[in-house]
């Protein structure tokens, strides 16, 4: 964090705790305000949490408000509309963006056409809250990658995400079901139980008993992080995420419920950051909170690198428990 956010040691202490403060706070203000609540968001110059409301009048506790015109179930019934489309290729995702209260379409303009014209065009006739931004890159799954430490599938390499009693986590289009894994010293660890890629990105690997789970995360600087929990951050908060590739590496959560439209199909539900990533680092793991102990997801792909910088999504981690059943190795 002092290499990426630009802050001290204490900084990172004090960041990290306010963070996860803020993420609580998000998440009471979304169960009391109900249809009310339009989302939050961590303001990056004060630390205060932002919470939109769509009546004045309301206020939350710890919190600074502001009125918008979209609750948040409206903006996210606008974009699970947009799910149901067939994108075109130059469409490169769309995405809630609570801050601005609005869906955002981005658009490759180096290779925007007539498709991705009516794409946009079909968006907006959808809702007012649909805007768009053009990018210059299509994010890509990161192949050959896997967070944390590194796995291997045949020629391939991906990274692990949390341990799971019986296994661990990782990205889906690191392998498909019954693919065998081999663990970083190459020794036989087991084979993908489950996996969905795309729609979501998300697998668990089952391991063979020379394995043990451990609650542990690779910080790549001879120390580890121990995962206790799986509170989710909220927009804004700072965020750090291990591969395989490019070791560790943060940045800040831009947006939730973000779909990225991969040349394999379109996967929903993804979590936007500006922490760098790159080939090699998909399926590793995303951690924020106190002592980076909160698991957040594992990482999908994006665009950009480690050296010029770029856009990285994650498949949120609890989602990934509850599909297959799975209880968090936790320490």
Request: aromatic share 6%; with cysteine.
């Amino acid at each position: 964090m002092q290499r990426d956010l630009g802050l001290n040691a204490d900084q990172a202490r004090v960041r990290l705790a306010s963070d996860q403060k803020a993420g609580e706070a998000a998440e009471q203000a979304k169960a009391s305000l109900g249809d009310a609540f339009g989302g939050a968001w961590i303001d990056q110059a004060s630390g205060r949490l932002t919470v939109a409301v769509t009546k004045s009048g309301l206020s939350v506790t710890g919190a600074d408000t502001k009125v918008v015109p979209n609750s948040l179930s409206q903006l996210n019934g606008t974009k699970s509309v947009l799910d149901l489309m067939s994108a075109p290729s130059a469409i490169t995702s769309w995405r809630v963006d609570e801050k601005s209260n609005s869906v955002v379409v981005e658009v490759n303009k180096n290779t925007r056409d007539a498709a991705a014209d009516k794409f946009i065009a079909t968006a907006k006739s959808i809702g007012s809250a649909v805007t768009v931004e053009e990018v210059t890159e299509n994010p890509t799954p990161l192949y050959d990658l896997r967070g944390g430490d590194a796995i291997y599938m045949g020629g391939g390499r991906c990274s692990l995400g949390f341990s799971v009693t019986g296994g661990f986590v990782t990205a889906g289009h690191c392998g498909t079901t019954g693919t065998a894994v081999q663990g970083s010293n190459r020794v036989a660890a087991g084979s993908f139980a489950g996996s969905t890629f795309p729609g979501n990105d998300y697998a668990w690997v089952r391991t063979n008993s020379n394995w043990t789970p451990r609650p542990l995360v690779n910080r790549y600087n001879g120390s580890n992080v121990t995962i206790t929990g799986s509170s989710e951050a909220a927009v804004g908060a700072a965020i750090c995420r291990s591969g395989s590739t490019t070791g560790w590496r943060c940045g800040t959560v831009q947006a939730k419920n973000q779909s990225v439209s991969y040349p394999q199909g379109t996967v929903r539900s993804l979590t936007r950051t500006n922490a760098c990533a790159e080939p090699g680092d998909s399926g590793g793991s995303w951690v924020a909170g106190t002592n980076y102990s909160q698991a957040q997801g594992v990482t999908s792909g994006g665009s950009g690198n480690c050296s010029s910088g770029g856009t990285t999504y994650f498949q949120p981690v609890n989602p990934i428990l509850s599909r297959y059943g799975l209880t968090l190795t936790r320490g």
